[in-house]
């Protein structure tokens, strides 16, 4: 079954940083767009950031400054860098790959990982 893993988890106090790993078991994720979302308790599925195939990034507003959006196509693998964590960061966070970096029709889809933002 293809799927998406998630790491890089954690707790994290306010002002810290964490480096999410997103990496596919049985596919090639240069060849595909790679999504970021987050869900917190209670509130919507959020688009964090997505990487294209082609290398073109995006953030929404609340995470520019702030997260960095990466691939190394070596190692199979899409990174979202997270610095300056603040405590509405807290949330579940995915990763998805599909065509598209709008909307949330993504054929593949990870487990999720969950980062927590606390003093």
């Known amino acids: 079954q293809v799927q998406l893993v998630e790491s890089g988890g954690g707790l994290v106090q306010p002002g810290g940083s964490l480096r999410l790993s997103c990496t596919a078991s049985r596919f090639t994720l240069q060849f595909y767009n790679i999504r970021w979302f987050r869900q917190a308790p209670g509130k919507e599925r959020e688009g964090v950031s997505c990487?294209?195939?082609?290398?073109?990034?995006y953030y929404v507003d609340s995470v520019k400054g702030r997260f960095t959006i990466s691939r190394d196509n070596a190692k199979n693998m899409v990174y979202l860098q997270m610095n300056s964590l603040k405590p509405e960061d807290t949330a579940v966070y995915y990763c998805?790959?599909?065509?598209?970096?709008?909307?949330?029709?993504?054929?593949?889809w990870g487990q999720g990982t969950q980062v927590t933002v606390s003093s």
């Open positions: 998805a790959a599909g065509a598209l970096c709008s909307g949330e029709t993504y054929p593949y």
């Open positions: 990487i294209s195939a082609g290398g073109n990034i």
